[in-house]
């Protein structure tokens, strides 16, 4: 019998839910569903919030009739801390257990006792030569968000299978392990922040996160045109990021934030480049809510001199045929909850 996941993304603006099951090579959609994300959500600390969260939660799992109770759900980038260590020479194990430990007080600004720290290895030499060496992605995770989103399932009456970073779900519904897929950019747009990885061979090599968001652009047209926050949202759906429209008005307002991410990009474009020279990025996967507005891909193509498309994480997953369209029009939000339901313990 078929296998069933179910991945869990739960979004500052909304929560989605995805459903798959596996036979043999395949991922096959079951369902999947979203729902707005009750204020202030994973922001507060009382019960009483925790509680309207996971009630959303319960809902969202009633509409959709997914019955299973273990869910592979992802903390934000912007609250775990994500390193690659690069320059550490040929370890064991039980020697890169150490180490990590040790340079992982370079960039954790808190208490080693406050995280749970977990790596994988990229890279390992084969035996002890001169130049071999040990490359590794770090990922801490501060305990009190975890015990946080633990909590919530708790009472939402689930079990967590397993808790990732979005950007390491994002890359295996992306990109996945395709070892002659080109070396990838992938820019995941969220509410609040936007993230970076650069992927190449199916591993995450270099992450970024930055707070400038889809919000940031709405508020900067809100601010120019003194709108509503809601006013402007819907300009920026309906207009984007398109010079001729409204005699450029709204391109203007939008420009200096989008050139903040833009600028980002290149950096870690860059970075990458500058480590890997014979593994340049090749292009561009743009991921999230924010994927979709207008203008936005031939803007950041433009910039960036790369081909930029929108993120499909559907590409690869069997569907009905009449949930194909439905799909199109917004696959790019779901790439943290098909990843996560693609894992596999």
């Known amino acids: 019998m078929a296998k069933i996941t179910v991945g869990l993304d739960i979004g500052n603006s909304s929560i989605k839910i995805v459903s798959l099951s596996k036979d043999k090579d395949q991922f096959k959609l079951i369902s999947l569903g979203s729902i707005p994300t009750p204020k202030p959500g994973m922001a507060s600390d009382t019960d009483a919030d925790l509680e309207v969260l996971a009630n959303s939660i319960k809902q969202l799992f009633q509409s959709t009739k997914i019955e299973q109770k273990e869910v592979a759900v ?42 749970n720290l977990n790596w994988q290895v990229l890279v390992r030499s084969e035996n002890k030569t001169g130049n071999a060496k040990t490359v590794a992605l770090v990922i801490a995770s501060p305990k009190h968000v975890v015990s946080k989103y633990i909590k919530v399932l708790e009472m939402a009456g689930l079990h967590p299978r397993a808790l990732e970073t979005e950007i390491i779900a994002i890359t295996r519904s992306l990109v996945g392990n ?37 919000m940031a652009l709405t508020r900067a047209l809100a601010q120019h045109f003194n709108f509503e926050l809601s006013q402007a949202e819907q300009y920026k759906k309906v207009y984007g990021l398109v010079e001729d429209q409204l005699e450029g008005k709204l391109f203007e307002a939008l420009k200096p934030v989008v050139d903040i991410i833009a600028g ?81 313990d």
Do not use: C, H
Not at 105 to 110: A, G, H, L, N, S
Not at 179 to 199: E, N
Not at 285 to 314: C, F, H, R, T
């Open 178 to 214: 395709n070892p002659f897929s080109p070396s990838t950019l992938i820019m995941q747009m969220g509410t609040t922040t936007t993230d970076f990885a650069a992927v190449s061979k199916g591993l995450i090599w270099l992450t970024r996160s930055i707070s400038t968001g889809g």
């Open 74 to 115: 992802a903390l934000p980038e912007s609250r775990v801390f994500t390193r690659v260590i690069d320059d550490l020479p040929y370890l064991t194990d039980n020697e890169l257990a150490s180490a990590i430990n040790y340079a992982a007080e370079e960039f954790i600004p808190m208490s080693l006792a406050d995280v």
């Open 264 to 344: 980002e990009a290149r950096r870690v474009i860059q970075a990458f480049s500058a480590k890997y020279p014979q593994n340049s990025i090749k292009r561009v996967v743009l991921s999230g809510g924010g994927a979709k507005m207008q203008g936005l891909i031939i803007y950041l193509a433009n910039a960036l001199g790369l081909e930029v498309q929108e993120a499909d994480p559907w590409y690869s997953i069997a569907k009905e045929k009449d949930a194909v369209l439905k799909l199109a029009q917004n696959a790019s939000s779901y790439s943290v909850a098909v990843g996560l339901a693609q894992r596999e």
